[in-house]
DNA sequence: AATTACAGAGAACAGTTGTTAACTGCATGG
DNA sequence: CCATGCAGTTAACAACTGTTCTCTGTAATT
């Protein structure tokens, strides 16, 4: 790995990390153009003018955000979509990662489908390119299946497309449904499992 | 129709829709929850105060953008749902009606987009129970065709569902390509077009 | 013709914002 | 051990915000 940092720099990335957390936290209930400055400073407890040593406005503080949130996400999608089993078994481990990644990142899942299409526009195009580079791999993944026999590499991508955003809005409708009752997120887990299972059928059913 | 309306209440709602495409147009560069009530008189030309007339706050005025930019929406679904002609058929009406439906209205596109995950909660809800009357009524359509033969209502509502899901995101990649090239816009319709008839197909080999 | 209702104007308020400048203290490298 | 670099502080700025109160002109009502 790395080498290991000195005292100076470790303060330093200690609470540019306490202004990107209280920065998602801020995030919940606002969008990212009406976030300032100087309140996620407040919420950390440092100066105003602190926030320059890190960041150069909030639109920078939201593309470092759609790393912290997305980056991490790469290994999980090759995981998931190239493991073993049949159809419907791929589909309900889907399903069930994408449960416990909202319920263990509920803030970042927040932060992505707002800002995706929300009023900043560095921040949707770091979105969208990441976006791109998880439709890219899952293509990739997909290639691998044997029913990918006989598909065009455009046909392809334009499935793994549908997928990724599927997965987005599972994410996202879970991610309300966790205020609400089991029974609810159980029923959004059931109909998101049940189109995925639909899209399937029309992969299977494609050529000819 | 209803009473003609007097100098003075048609004066008002003159200003009213004033207010409201303002801040449509405020709104393509920025979120709801930043939009400031003084800027959008501003932009207007009348005083700060005058907002409260009309709005109690700009959530309330998001609110109402809301019934502007889908309670005029719900005749087109019918008509596209329910048209005559084969599954491809109406699979190219719809990709072509949404095409033009992003060119004549693309702020109403952005708004509905932007707003639906945005950082107001009660716009955010007046947008789902609107997308869930659509929902509705494309389950109400789709169960007149004869390939819903067999179908329960819940798998229906789900098809609905993704069918809308699928709708809304086309209509966001359809208006960011309205900035770009012909080409690009090309090809947005292209892939929607694969992906509408791949959960077409789907749903044909969905029973058995 | 006189009275009322009410859309919009005007001024002022306390509070907030982003940004600049000059500073302090301390970890780091020579 | 001393000089430098730099994360974070302090103070101040002009500009902006939402909201209140008072006022004005005129359409609508009687």
Redo the contacts between chains.
Sequence with gaps: MSHTLGIRQAQKQKTRQALLDAALEL?E??????LGLREVTRAVGVAPTAFYRHFRSTEDLGVALVEEALGSLHPMIGDTVSAAGDSAGRIERAVDLIAHHVESHPAHV?FI??E????V?RVRRAIREQLERFAEEVKVELAKHPESRGWSDD?LL??A??YV?QML?TA?LYLEALEASEEERERVSR?AT??MR?????????LG
Tied chains: 1, 2.
Excluded: K, P, T
């Design positions: 995030l209930e606002q969008s990212l153009s009406s927040r489908a707002r995706r299409h929300g009023g526009q046909d334009m499935l497309g549908l955003d809005m996202s109909v049940c189109q639909l899209i399937a059928i029309g992969r299977r059913n494609w």
